[in-house]
């Protein structure tokens, strides 16, 4: 019976996971408006050079956006997930990450040292980003 169990879940995680591979690689048609993922690579683009005091990452689509932002050492990054589902950002190496974050949720973090800060979402270990702190 638990064997039974175990492989109706594993098929339910795969459908899941196929439906989610699915919506995130969706094209829009020519005569659709912009996509938020397509104004978050302009903003990447022109947000990530300029060194700011403060930052914005909006959890959009499975994906931080900007996917890099630059700060000033003792400069303040905010997450806020737009999202459905919950996620995080949390440091590759442990030095900081948030609570899981629920749809509509905003969390602080303060980067008083220098370096470059790689972090990931705990329950979407593919959706990565990075901090700069200058």
């Known amino acids: 019976m638990a ?12 459908l899941l996971l196929q439906n989610q591979s699915k919506t995130q690689t969706e094209v829009p048609t020519p005569t659709q408006a912009p996509q938020a993922s397509d ?28 996917k890099t ?3 000033k050492a003792g400069g303040q990054v905010t997450w806020t997930n737009k999202d459905a589902v919950a996620h995080t950002a949390t440091a590759d190496d442990g030095s900081f990450g948030t609570r899981l974050l629920a749809q509509g949720d905003s969390e602080s973090v303060t980067f008083d040292k220098a370096g470059t800060y790689t972090y990931y979402c705990k329950p979407h270990p ?5 901090v700069v702190v200058e």
Do not use: H, R, W
């Open 3 to 14: 064997a039974v169990v175990v492989v109706v879940l594993l098929g339910l995680g795969f």
């Open 126 to 130: 593919n959706m990565k980003a990075t």
């Open 39 to 66: 104004e978050a690579v302009i903003q990447e683009s022109t947000e990530s050079a300029e060194v700011m005091d403060e930052a914005e990452v909006e959890i959009v689509n499975f994906a931080y956006s900007p």
């Open 69 to 71: 932002v630059t700060i």
